[in-house]
């Protein structure tokens, strides 16, 4: 029984299921010599160009970067850093459309060269024995190395495995019609593809090295068999058969073993790499150079020129056709990558990345668009061309009626997207597409239920901190009220007669009212204003704790101009005490008496109007409170309203103060009043003189709006679906914008007040279109 | 007697045996609800009229109806008329099931921190008088946060196509084409 490596030296090798053989037309672009075009005008390069995730961007707009300077670094094993190609100024750093198939922009920073090349310090490796694997293996990943084959899997990640290795294979099938980079490769710079390749076997001390040239590349495989001759490297001659080059396939073809569904290389005791990689690694090694160039092939019968380019990672790709010299019979078509597994461009701008190994300018008609697709017809060409050993008609079957757990039955995962069974499809189904599509939608159903999954720990987690929240507050109250206990327990009597003789007043109080009721007037008047006067200390007390919060308010009631708010508020107070005492006529007359009255005042002596007018306010409403039915009071009051003008002048701080309660006041009543005409009326009035008053004094306006807007707010929310009260709230929105030039961030308050003020009232008028009908009727 | 005597004592014993198998393969919860509870998307958006996914979950187990789920979209629709045994029903309404995020345009917020109390998996941050604004990717685009806004400052927003989440569309019909 001879062994796997002595079967392959005797050159008996096996062969993979299924495999097409399509045209290769690879001598298009087949040349003796590398020629790189010149320097694009602008290299745009993806910060994202492997299979992984992005690194950090490390430059800025405008920073002069040298050839070979790391752009981004990378934070952790899935990331890979990009380098500066040419030395040049960074231009922007944004969004380009990116060589993936969707054609969306990408993450790209946009770099501008100067033309000089002028290389970063480098630190060339001299001696590889003084060397660790491990450093090596860093190196390789500073050096932004990921597989140039076409899958863009990051190199150091494959090399730093553990596994032990019993194959290196180097990949220099490259079985895909049309593309010829890797043989150019092999032919031009064989020296330094062997120098990576002792590299590698350097770092895996792998048992057997060989490396696997397709039968089509004469010229590369006599090079190679000549180079490795007398090494411990194996060049092997394998059959051509489309996809040969596939991992799996070449594993098959040289090994005989196959990779396990779902598995890796490494689970066949294989590791490889493609030629293009070695050669990164000797240049990342050897020569410290980062992996900024490659080769790529510019084919096709829509250039004149075929052949193979150094380009500079981020050329766009128009550049590189016009290099190639588009000829006439161009079609609109462009292929990054071969015919079988390449994606059309969307743009002729997409730069060329690290796995960019050809761009294909087809001419017209020289590829199947894949519009000509018909049913299938189950001829079953597609089984045999499966070099995966899948049913492609069933897979195609289940995709179409988006059978997604079908299809994964059917090992969906397991296709190459090699593109074999379209190739052979008589259908023309563009099959791999649906295979593509199918894969997709699978991946993000599974990445959304992870997010499920996320998302409902979350919510848990949030429920437990909100239960644990609540136990606490409840502890924290228990223990506080515990606290009190005993601390009126320490107390003791001392607490205990305090109660009780709160206890005794309150009786007392409650003995004294009923009997009152029969007292004589003069004895009851008294009562009543002392009460009243004990109500306004109270209240004078409470407003100075509030003074601070009202400054506004109070500022606003200095200026002469406040005094007409002011008024103007006094009267919308007294409607609506004639609302709440409105069973009581001659209360009601009381109020229109101070309503009368005021105005008249105001022009003398606003400050005292004001004084007067709020106390006036406050007193009607208390006696209407405290002596509703009772004639008397009503007398009795009229005499504090004739009274109280005289004494408020002394001391403008009340006075104020008496504005701000009246105004509260105010708010209250007009909850009270809901639904209630004539209050609404007065908020319309209020509305109306604020916008005037605006351009005389800003701050006013503004403090006037903030008013008014609290009212209609209120009055909003009474009488809902108002349809004024909707008015009054534009109205309000449009002064404050004009404040809003003068003093932004007030401004943007206001209107953010204004605007959840207009939320609200919509809602209400949503909620009851019939009320604000009738609503409107009666205004 | 005997007879009498053999067949008690099988009673017993069997009785024994159910006995024990009752405490042994004692079943903590109704499975039925945790299976359900997995096919729901868990953006506790609470559309479906119950407060959060798990809750709809039992109340579907308890015999609700099975298209209450805008979020799941007519998947889960499916999903939960398999695993039920039930015809799938189209849903509610003319749901939006395109996935979404909100987001908050951050010049206009006011900083009430009444978005954040409304968020059911803390996907917002931000404090007192403080602007907020969203963490994407932890966002399951519930909606829960629009309507406490009184600025009305917080979008729902699809979630922008990368080439990440970006799919292959391609027409899935293939037109008939007649062979002459």
New interface residues.
Partial sequence: MLSIIEKIKKGRLHQFPGGVHPEGRKAISVGSEIISPDLPECLYIPVKQHSGTAGKVMVNIGDYVLKGQPLTESTNTNDLPVHAPTSGHIQAIDNHV?A???G?P?PTIALRPDGKEQWIDRTPIDDLSNVSPTKLIRLISEAGISGLGGAGFPTHRKLSSGKAVEFLIINGVECEPYITADDTMMRLYPEQVIRGIQILQYILQPQHTIVAIEDNKPDALSVFQAATKNSDILTVSIPTKYPAGGEKQLIQVLTGREVPSGGLSMDAGVTMFNVGTCYAIEQAIDHGKPLTERIVTITGEGVNHPQNVWALLGTPVYHLINHAEPSKKRSNQMVMGGPMMGFALKSEKTPVVKITNCILVPGEGELNTGE????CIRCSACADACPAQLLPQQLYWHA?AQEWQKTQDYHLFDCIECGACAYVCP?E??LV?YY??AK??IR?QEE?KL??????Q??E??NQRLEREKEARLEKQRLASEKRKQAMEANGSDAKDKIAAALARVKAKQQDKPASLEENSASNTSRVADAIARAKAKKLEQQTKTVAEQKDANESSQDPNKARVAAAIARAKAKKQAQAVSSDELSTDNASAIVSTIPSVSPEDEKKARVAAAIAKAKAKKQAQAASSDELSTDNASAIVSTTPSVSPEDEKKARVAAAIAKAKAKKQAQAASSDALSSDAAQSRAKTAPSRSPEDEKKARVAAAIAKAKAKKQAQAASSDESSTDNASAIVSTTSSVSSEDEKKA??AA?IA??KA?KQGKNADNKPTQGNTQEGSE | MSAFLIISLLALIFGLILGFAAIKFKVESDPLVEQLDAILPQTQCGQCGYPGCRPYAEAIANGDDINKCPPGGEATVKELADLMGVEPKPLDEDAITEKRVAYIREDECIGCTKCIQACPVDAIIGAAKHMHTVITSECTGCDLCVEPCPVDCIDMLPVEETSRNWRWKFDQSIPVVEIK
């Avoid at chain 1, 000509?372 to 049913?375: F, H, I, M, V």
């Avoid at chain 1, 997010?451 to 409902?456: F, I, P, T």
């Fill in positions: 990116g993936h198939p969707s969306l990408e000509d697709a018909r049913e179409k259908s189904i563009p597409q593509r599509n997709q939608e993000s959304e997010q499920a999954e996320h998302a409902k979350r919510f987690a949030r943007r308050v953010a605007k959840a939320k």
